[in-house]
């Protein structure tokens, strides 16, 4: 396993005529996945314009699966019904675009696919996360929340049954609070000023107790002027994701 019959880059052989170890791409050949031929559904866009249109049809099956990779990928930054309230915003980081708002509700749909392709603003790409297809998916399932959080009982077909979201949590053995908008707990850390002072904490945890691997607190206590800086401390930054 240590010493394996390979070429290493960049080295020369004298394997090949031309001696080098590294091959040009065999000329009239597409890797695979890479032929592409459908330009839409690779770039989201036609003649350069975003379209309204999906490349595919809108089953209930695409919309499931954009709502399961939604709610891994999107939810943190844009909140699970898309408003841009998500935990990460919570946490004192940049507002996330609301889905819902009068600009991004007159955005064609392959604006969001071309935006998690390529990414926009603050939010990185997530075409390494998420393939063309469940891209397409989520921004369908984008579509889907617009018009929740915008539909009346009219838009609904005859016959077609209206849930409200805390019944379905109730069906499902989900807590009332599923219904409700996302909260941070009240021992979360945030980034946000809380104008908390040390009279507004409970006294019993101004001086927690000392445990084994930290030494009682001082608050007396100076550091020596040459001591060196330490790390390893706990940190009041959210863990990045």
């Known amino acids: 396993m240590h010493n394996q019959p390979k070429f290493i880059p960049q080295r020369g052989t004298d394997f090949f005529a031309d001696g080098r170890s590294a091959r040009p791409q065999v000329e009239h050949t597409v890797a695979r996945g890479q032929l592409r031929e459908d330009q839409y559904f690779y770039t989201g866009l036609v003649d350069g314009k975003e379209q309204d249109a999906l490349p595919f049809p809108a089953t209930i099956q695409v919309l499931e699966r954009g709502q399961e990779r939604f709610n891994v990928y999107c939810t943190p930054c844009h909140s699970r019904v898309g408003n841009g309230d998500g935990m990460i915003v919570q946490r004192g980081y940049k507002p996330a675009g609301n889905f819902h708002d009068a600009k991004r509700l007159a955005q064609p749909l392959s604006h969001y696919f071309y935006v998690m392709s390529n990414g926009y603003g603050a939010m990185p790409d997530y075409s390494a996360q998420l393939p063309p297809a469940d891209r397409w998916a989520v921004a369908a399932y984008i579509r889907a929340l617009q018009l929740s959080q915008n539909g009346k009982q009219g838009d609904v077909a005859a016959g077609g049954k209206v849930e409200n979201l805390s019944d379905i949590a109730e069906q499902e053995g989900l807590p009332a609070s599923y219904a409700g908008p996302w909260e941070l707990p009240g021992t979360a850390v ?46 009041t930054k959210p863990a990045s994701h």
Do not use: M
């Open 190 to 235: 945030s980034a946000k000023p809380t104008g908390a002072t040390v009279e507004s904490v409970p006294e019993e945890n101004q001086n927690p107790p000392a445990s084994k691997n930290r030494p009682p607190i001082h608050p007396e206590a100076t550091a020596p002027a040459t001591a060196a800086p330490t790390t390893g401390g706990t940190s």
